[in-house]
T-cell receptor, first 112, second 114 residues
Framework: DGGITQSPKYLFRKEGQNVTLSCEQN?????MYWYRQDPGQGLRLIYY???????QKGDIAEGYSVSREKKESFPLTVTSAQKNPTAFYLC???????????FGSGTRLTVV | DAKTTQPPSMDCAEGRAANLPCNHS???????VYWYRQIHSQGPQYIIH?????ETNEMASLIITEDRKSSTLILPHATLRDTAVYYC???????????????WGLGTSLAVNP
């Protein structure tokens, strides 16, 4: 079945370490997105990509980096510059047209 | 991008219809209304979307007012598994070169009670 796979589901890292979250889709979708969700808050956009080798900053891009070398993959790196990295991270994709987003199951990152 | 307003929480008895309202008074003519739901610690799940006509699928019905300033998501026979946070979002059509972003609010936390 087509879908979006995020791995790992849970991730623990020490403060000051960079960490990369994986997002892979086999839906042949052009656009991919990374969101962050904190307790009691809505989703906030970190980065998005409309096509391969191109991406744009979202509303809270500071301390994060991405790459889009393949259509299927959009990894997110949480760098040591991100001051509050502990959160639930969601990856999504969408195709041209009116249909909405398809989301992955999320990665819960805890920095200790 | 237009914003939406939803009640923070609602209750519904199991087996009854759940009617979730959403206000989107600043919606543009080419923006669609999307509904998603998120069960705790999972990714949001797409439910339905519409432009101006009422829509129905296997999950829910979407009623959009004639002036398009508000809408209602209807779950006709709510079950305990429908307990989730429901998000109403407005957004345009995604096309090549169109950096469409959907703005997410806090949604409505629906509790379906036995």
């Amino acid at each position: 079945d087509g879908g979006i796979t995020q791995s790992p589901k849970y991730l623990f890292r020490k403060e000051g370490q960079n960490v990369t979250l994986s997002c892979e889709q086999n839906l042949n979708h052009d656009a991919m997105y990374w969101y962050r969700q904190d307790p009691g808050q809505g989703l906030r956009l970190i980065y998005y990509s409309q096509i391969v080798n191109d991406f744009q900053k979202g509303d809270i891009a500071e301390g994060y980096s991405v790459s889009r070398e393949k259509k299927e993959s959009f990894p997110l790196t949480v760098t040591s510059a991100q001051k509050n990295p502990t959160a639930f991270y969601l990856c999504a994709s969408s195709q041209q047209g009116v249909r909405g987003y398809t989301f992955g199951s999320g990665t819960r990152l805890t920095v200790v | 991008d237009a914003k939406t307003t939803q009640p923070p929480s609602m209750d519904c008895a199991e087996g009854r219809a759940a009617n979730l309202p959403c206000n989107h008074s600043t919606i543009s003519g080419n923006e669609y209304v999307y509904w998603y739901r998120q069960i705790h610690s999972q990714g949001p799940q797409y439910i339905i979307h519409g432009l101006k006509n009422n829509e129905t699928n296997e999950m829910a019905s979407l009623i959009i007012t004639e002036d398009r300033k508000s809408s209602t998501l209807i779950l006709p026979h709510a079950t305990l598994r429908d307990t989730a946070v429901y998000y109403c979002i407005v957004g345009g059509v995604q096309s090549a070169g169109n950096n469409r972003k959907l703005i997410w609010g806090l949604g409505t936390s629906l509790a379906v009670n036995p």
